[in-house]
């Protein structure tokens, strides 16, 4: 008949999963929709905190079985230090990422 189809994916934790397609039913006027509840496996989280030019740098350090995949400077502690010295973001970024 001609008619679009769209595709609308909400991820949402399971005991929210009828109430969630039952509202997005009323609101859209869909007739049905599929439920299908994924496994998700989450890296291991800790932030800890280094010192930068006289400043704290909170760090995200994630791990799987005890091997660090990601190491990530909290955004809002590299702001607040590129505007105290007045450096570019990006620079602080980098040099900090340097000795992590």
Known sequence: KNRPGYLIRVIVDRDKAI??????????????VRIIDIK??????????INYMGEKV?????????????????YEDLKKI????????KDIYNEVKKIL
Not at 59 to 71: A, E, F, H, Q, T
Not at 82 to 89: I, R, S, V
Request: charged share 45%; with cysteine; glycine share 6%.
């Open 19 to 32: 109430e969630t397609a039952k509202r997005l039913m009323k609101e859209t006027g869909t007739l049905g």
């Open 40 to 49: 998700r496996i989450k890296a291991n989280r800790e932030v800890k905190e």
């Open 58 to 74: 909170k760090v995200k350090v994630s791990d799987i079985d005890g091997c660090i995949i990601s190491k990530k400077p909290e």
């Open 82 to 89: 590129a505007k105290k010295y007045n450096k570019p973001l």
